[in-house]
């Protein structure tokens, strides 16, 4: 059973912080790339950062560039994603995805004040 569990979401105002985390089972996740999506209602899904399997590489939109960190834990099997600096328009439903072709459900991120 392949499963991809997003955590971490939440309300957030303006300026502030928050981690995302994605725990991963039921495959070999260190020898996988990972990404994290976005997509709000109405909208198309964006890829907002990607991180090599080993973590040495990493990824990010212009939208998010010097404000979000993405990281993994191989030993643990999770990933994350340290957003700061957050935004009203990073408002979204924030999707981990595993490179092998797996889609977590999603965690809400609300940035408002």
């Known amino acids: 059973q392949v499963q991809l569990v997003e955590s971490g979401g939440g309300l957030v105002q303006p300026g502030g912080s928050l981690r995302l985390s994605c725990a991963a089972s039921?495959?070999?996740?260190?020898?996988?790339?990972m990404r994290w999506y976005r997509q709000n209602p109405g909208k198309e899904r964006e890829l907002v950062a990607g991180?090599?399997?080993?973590?040495?590489?990493?990824r990010y939109s212009d939208s998010v560039k010097g404000r979000f960190s993405m990281s993994r834990d191989n030993a643990n099997s999770t990933v994350y994603l340290q957003m700061n600096s957050l935004k009203p328009e990073d408002t979204a439903v924030y999707y981990c995805?595993?490179?092998?072709?797996?889609w977590g459900r999603g965690t809400q991120v609300t940035v408002s004040s």
């Open positions: 995805y595993s490179e092998r072709g797996h």
């Open positions: 039921g495959f070999m996740f260190s020898i996988y790339g």
């Open positions: 991180i090599s399997s080993d973590g040495g590489v990493t």
